[in-house]
């Protein structure tokens, strides 16, 4: 019976990292869009609004992650639109959102940062 109750207690110490690693994960990434400036025009569901009640600024991340998973070179991709911004005449998110192009932000966040936030974004579920 101890040495049952051992390996089980064993066996929930080392499986609490898995558990733990999203949410540490996310509270990270979540630190680093905050931080960057990122959750002035984004959020992460759907639906929310912008300011003074319009459409939101940029498009919610479970959108972004929805429309860009199955792109080939997603990632890469969506690192240089946040890195040196878009182009508003070619923007697919038009009627869904009030900004008009997504600035450059590379005086707001390192390339390699960039391309971990957007590695996590393109893993969020789609919107329920």
């Known amino acids: 019976m101890k040495s049952r109750l051992l ?3 064993a066996l929930s110490i080392t499986a609490l990292p898995v558990w733990a690693a999203p949410a540490a994960e996310d509270a990270a990434m979540l630190k ?4 960057s400036g990122c959750m002035t025009c984004h959020h992460i569901e759907p639906g929310a609004k912008g300011p003074e009640g319009l459409a939101p600024i940029g498009p919610a991340w479970r959108d972004v992650a929805t429309k860009y998973r199955s792109v080939a070179d997603a990632q890469n991709q969506l690192t240089r639109t946040v890195m040196t911004g878009s182009n508003p005449y070619s923007s697919h998110w038009k009627g869904k959102v009030s900004g008009l192009a997504m600035p450059p932000n590379e005086v707001a966040i390192k390339e390699a940062d960039a391309r971990l936030l957007v590695g996590w974004i393109l893993k969020l579920d789609a919107p329920k």
């Open 32 to 35: 680093l869009a905050t931080g």
């Open 7 to 9: 390996s089980l207690l």
